[in-house]
């Protein structure tokens, strides 16, 4: 079992930056692969990025140079680091987890879920 917990978030203006956390506490096997997804209302979950334990990185083309994804292995945290928000990265923010595996970008590969945080963009 993992557990993760998501911290971050808030209301921000277009233009500003905001940094997300998420804390995994278990089995780290589970943890190759942790991932950010965001959901807007009416709206699927979408991939925004994704990293593995060698921090090899992954990222939707629509975040592409504003955002970056870290992790602490030591401390067994993600990041996610959002400059330039726009508008439309306005969803609730979701970290998940995953083993070691080819597909990183469908929420279906993934084991475990945070609880989502809200992040909105508006003046």
């Known amino acids: 079992q993992v557990q993760l917990a998501e911290s971050g978030g808030g209301l921000v203006q277009p233009g500003a930056s905001l940094s997300l956390s998420c804390a995994a506490s278990?089995?780290?096997?589970?943890?190759?692969?942790m991932g950010w997804f965001r959901q807007a209302p009416g709206k699927e979950r979408e991939f925004v990025a994704a990293?593995?334990?060698?921090?090899?990185?992954h990222y939707i083309d629509s975040v592409k140079g504003r955002f970056t994804i870290s992790r602490d292995n030591a401390k067994n945290t993600v990041y996610l680091q959002m400059n330039s928000l726009k508008p439309e990265d306005t969803a609730v923010y979701y970290c998940?987890?995953?083993?070691?595996?080819?597909?990183?970008?469908?929420?279906?590969?993934?084991?475990?879920w945070g609880q989502g945080t809200q992040v909105t963009v508006s003046s």
């Open positions: 990293i593995n334990w060698y921090t090899t990185s």
């Open positions: 278990g089995r780290t096997s589970s943890t190759y692969y």
């Open positions: 998940a987890s995953k083993k070691m595996g080819v597909i990183i970008d469908r929420p279906s590969e993934y084991e475990y």
